[in-house]
């Protein structure tokens, strides 16, 4: 089906059997998911790739320490892996291999490249200096799977580390959770108990709930439309359906992604962490990578991989038209757009503009609609479903950064010192500027409509969920504040 209003089409048979495809492709069925399952081993020629990432974790999938336990998978990266990127080129139709190999070969080069700073943080000490040269047996073949595959030539989070990066261990038994294993790791995340393993599969686990979400986003701009010419009671009723599948879906995302406190221990995070860092940024490559026989030898940067860069919450953004604040700090959110599959990022463009253009805001609060209007109580009723429902979903939305935020107080601001997130946005104020954001948008419309009080006023579980809203604001405040002083930053 199309996005209306556009040429861009969202898929319902995510045809996974076609090679000539991308392998993410917005989906009503797999969401944000690839197409197809991640192609888990690599073709023949590709050999000595595979072998170097098998023997590449600080424990392998034998247990015994890989060659980032001892610090030696730069030397062997040097003496041991061929310049693969002539084979690449046999491989150039096919989508789905290439993605694979581009992933591979993202793994090779940040642990490449982060292989220092690791060793020094196992023995306590600061990060150091990353390697600032990438050599060409993995600068040559990650910056042509990178163009082929529609990537940056560095690590990202959907086609590389985490939603291109998971096996099935029994075929039959499908995405469930305890069905998942990662393919690739950098610590001890063959183990599907390690902390390292939990961080990304919840990932996974959460992503796996956005084919309704995605589903629920088209019914409701295609009521907007209205192409079928239904009544305005009956378009009003059709698009508050796919604003409580929204609802629906991201309940489910968020309920996934509170598991993360139990399969992924705050304090074993920091030590995986380090190979998910950037360039951009980050205090270990302050004069960027240069990549060997690459852009004529002047160094590169991208930004490392980020759960920021999933794309639900922006598509939520989008949909329900959420005011971002016109500070440094956005225009990081406006960069981290760059690093997501391109037809995910051409999705979140079309339903901005869909939203915008077909009014869903306006639609769905219907601010000037008073009980003394002509219209029915029924109608009346439905207006009032619609504010609920769109009031619920930004709620989702704050309930989501609202974790977010406290996993990044848990996880990173009481665990290490290092001022920046592994996408080079600053700790402390880069996501409560997002939450704060949402919470004023909701604080906004809840006056707007009255939601609170009053003859169109929303019920108790609207008015709960404000009052919540007012708490939070006043904590998150405190706390920015608080993690503000102690490293000495300022709070924009």
Not at 187 to 193: A, V, Y
Not at 358 to 375: I, M, N, Q, R, Y
């Amino acid at each position: 089906m199309l996005v209306p209003k556009s040429s861009f089409e969202v898929l319902d048979d995510t045809r996974p059997d076609d090679l000539s495809l991308p392998s993410f492709m917005v989906s009503t069925t797999r969401g944000f998911l690839a197409r197809m399952d991640p192609i888990v081993v690599l073709p023949p020629e590709f050999e000595a790739v595979e072998a170097l990432l098998q023997a590449m974790p600080v424990k392998t999938q034998e247990g015994k320490p890989g060659l980032l336990a001892t610090g030696q998978l730069g030397d062997t990266v040097l003496q041991d892996l061929p310049d693969l990127t002539e084979q690449v080129e046999k491989y150039s139709s096919n989508l789905p291999v290439m993605n694979a190999l581009y992933r591979d070969y993202s793994f090779l080069a940040s642990a490449f490249l982060l292989e220092p700073c690791h060793m020094r943080f196992i023995k306590g000490e600061p990060y150091g200096l990353g390697r600032s040269f990438l050599p060409a047996q993995l600068s040559r073949p990650i910056v042509r799977c990178a163009e082929l595959a529609g990537f940056k030539p560095f690590m990202e989070y959907a086609g590389s580390y985490a939603l291109f990066n998971y096996r099935l261990q029994n075929p039959d038994a499908g995405l469930e959770y305890s069905n998942l294993r990662l393919i690739r790791a950098f610590e001890h995340g063959l183990d599907p108990t390690s902390s390292e393993a939990g961080f990304v599969l919840v990932h996974i686990d959460m992503v796996r709930n956005s084919g309704p979400l995605v589903h629920g986003t088209m019914a409701s701009l295609r009521a907007l439309e209205n192409a079928d010419g239904l009544s305005p009671q009956q378009q009003r009723k059709t698009f508050n359906e796919g604003l409580r599948g929204i609802v629906n879906a991201m309940e489910k995302v968020n309920g996934v992604m509170e598991t993360m406190w139990m399969k992924s221990k705050p304090r074993s995070y920091t030590s995986f962490r380090t190979f998910i860092f950037g360039i951009t940024s980050q205090s270990m490559f302050p004069d960027g990578v240069v990549y060997e026989g690459v852009n004529d030898g002047k160094p590169l940067s991208f930004r490392g991989e980020s759960g920021a860069n999933d794309t639900m919450i922006p598509l939520m953004d989008n949909l329900l038209q959420v005011q971002m604040p016109n500070t440094p700090l956005t225009e990081i959110l406006q960069d981290f757009r760059d690093y997501r599959p391109s037809n995910h990022r051409q999705f979140l463009v079309e339903v901005k503009k869909c939203s915008e253009d077909l009014g869903a805001k306006d639609f769905a609060l219907a601010v000037s609609t008073e009980p003394t209007s002509s219209l029915t109580a029924e109608d009346l009723e439905l207006i009032k479903e619609s504010r609920r429902l769109w009031l619920q979903a930004l709620n989702q939305v704050r309930d989501f950064r609202w974790r977010h935020w406290c996993f990044a107080r848990e996880y990173i601001l009481k665990q290490t010192s290092h001022p920046t997130a592994t996408g080079g946005s600053p700790i402390v104020t880069w996501l409560p500027n997002q939450l704060q954001a949402v919470m004023e948008e909701m604080k906004e419309i809840s006056d707007t409509v009255g939601a609170r009080s009053g003859s169109m006023e929303l019920g108790p579980e609207c008015q709960d969920i404000m009052d919540l809203v007012d708490r939070q604001n006043q904590t998150l405040s405190k706390e920015v504040e608080k993690y503000c002083q102690e490293r000495g930053v300022g709070s924009n």
